[in-house]
């Protein structure tokens, strides 16, 4: 497929269907994008399909079935949009918070493979029905134990305002947990001794 360059080409982007219940379209909004006019659209949509197929697929859905609808809060960043994002995050503007275009590859950036030649995929989403019952601090890591438990991601990292959390799907999958919210800093990783096992304990009654 090449790079939508039209109205017509980019609704009929928009509308490949990831999976279950996602459509491309659902992952291309950015505010960065909308504010300062980019067109925020993947160079190579058939890599952007294929990472966000396995996003969906395997994360996402599993996760909505389990708790409900999810709110997509930021996915799909093109290189133009997440560079400039960066650009602005190293000029220390309020509002961006884009890692490098090279970190970001094979991660929000889901058109360019990463340095290995991974291909991958982030998006920062919302559990509405999780954040209605669990406001508490250090909550979000019911959650977070949950889907270690359950799904093949490759890392989380949770943010403070509704439990937000960019989840990540790759090939090579890292299985790291990190916050930016109490408590902040690595919850597990390969390697540390919490990372293995049930933690059953930690989650439990966390799903109707």
Known sequence: MKKPTSVTSLTEFGRVRLSKT???RDF????IASIHGFNNVPDDPDLAIAAGTRLCEDLLEPLQDAF???AIRSAFRSAEVNGFGN????AKKAGYSCASNESNYAGHIWDRRDADGFMGA????????????????ADWQKLAWWIHDHLPYSSLYFFPTYWAFNISWH???ERRIDS????????TKPGMA??????AAEWAGIVA
């Not at 291309?28 to 505010?31: A, H, V």
């Not at 650009?87 to 190293?90: A, D, F, K, Y």
């Not at 919490?194 to 933690?199: A, K, R, V």
């Open 180 to 187: 930016y919210t109490k408590p902040v800093g690595c919850l």
């Open 22 to 24: 996602f459509f491309m």
């Open 68 to 70: 409900g609808r999810i």
């Open 122 to 137: 982030t998006a920062c989403i919302v559990v509405p029905s999780f954040w209605d019952r669990f406001q508490a601090e």
């Open 171 to 173: 090939e090579r999958p």
């Open 194 to 199: 919490n990372h293995e096992g049930s933690h």
């Open 28 to 31: 291309l909004f950015s505010d």
């Open 87 to 90: 650009e602005m995050q190293r």
